[in-house]
T-cell receptor, first 112, second 115 residues
Framework: GENVEQHPSTLSVQEGDSAVIKCTYSDSASNYFPWYKQELGKRPQLIID?????GEKKDQRIAVTLNKTAKHFSLHITETQPEDSAVYFC???????????FGPGTSLSVIP | ETGVTQSPTHLIKTRGQQVTLRCSSQSGHNTVSWYQQALGQGPQFIFQ???????GRGNFPPRFSGLQFPNYSSELNVNALELDDSALYLC??????????????FGEGSRLTVL
């Protein structure tokens, strides 16, 4: 079955700096890669996703890149703000309606 | 539009007991997925229900079972509880009628403590 790994497990950045979280997946059949943000005590919420026919996608300060050959995908957050502090999960799925397998998470702290 | 709701929010059980957790999916969503999230870990996929049928299962033993009703609400049942079953159980619904975006809409979760 699919296995998703994520690095680093914790990340601390100064406000205004960039943050990068990297993930790898094992199942070459995976084609859908969402990213979820979970604030302390809250439910996970989708922040951005990317499909395998696209190499990069951007939404304001966040961007995702995908290297399907290497089975790598990454989340980039620019101009970080204290409200970006949360746990971020990458995930993979064969299609957008199949089971979604999550990585172990990255705890991001943005220091004012 | 009502979001995903789960009940109960917190419960305490002892080893060997059985528990039923409930989830009401968001209006218009026909797929429900259940996840177990241990403290400091990512959500682990338990199983998914699509139109009342199990549509995929993770690496969980048979004592984890589920059900989806005609109104697309769902139950997660866990028999013979073990200490390691202590976790936050998340339900997520999605409108996966082969045209959905793939976004999972999570409930607030049910926090289970097994003593």
């Amino acid at each position: 079955g699919e296995n998703v790994e994520q690095h680093p497990s914790t990340l601390s950045v100064q406000e205004g700096d960039s943050a990068v979280i990297k993930c790898t997946y094992s199942d070459s059949a995976s084609n859908y890669f969402p990213w979820y943000k979970q604030e302390l005590g809250k439910r996970p919420q989708l922040i951005i996703d990317i499909r395998s026919n696209v190499g990069e996608k951007k939404d304001q300060r966040i961007a995702v890149t995908l290297n399907k050959t290497a089975k790598h995908f990454s989340l980039h957050i620019t101009e970080t703000q204290p409200e970006d502090s949360a746990v971020y999960f990458c995930a993979a799925s064969e299609t957008s309606y199949d089971k979604v397998i999550f990585g172990p998470g990255t705890s991001l702290s943005v220091i004012p | 539009e009502t979001g995903v709701t789960q009940s109960p929010t917190h419960l305490i059980k002892t080893r060997g007991q059985q528990v039923t957790l409930r989830c009401s999916s968001q209006s218009g969503h026909n797929t429900v997925s259940w996840y177990q999230q241990a403290l400091g870990q990512g959500p682990q996929f338990i199983f998914q229900y699509y139109r009342e049928e199990e549509n995929g299962r993770g690496n969980f033993p048979p004592r984890f079972s589920g059900l989806q009703f005609p109104n697309y609400s769902s139950e997660l049942n866990v028999n013979a509880l073990e200490l390691d079953d202590s976790a936050l159980y998340l339900c997520a619904s999605s409108p996966t009628d082969r045209g959905g975006t793939g976004e999972l809409f999570f409930g607030e979760g049910s926090r289970l403590t097994v003593l």
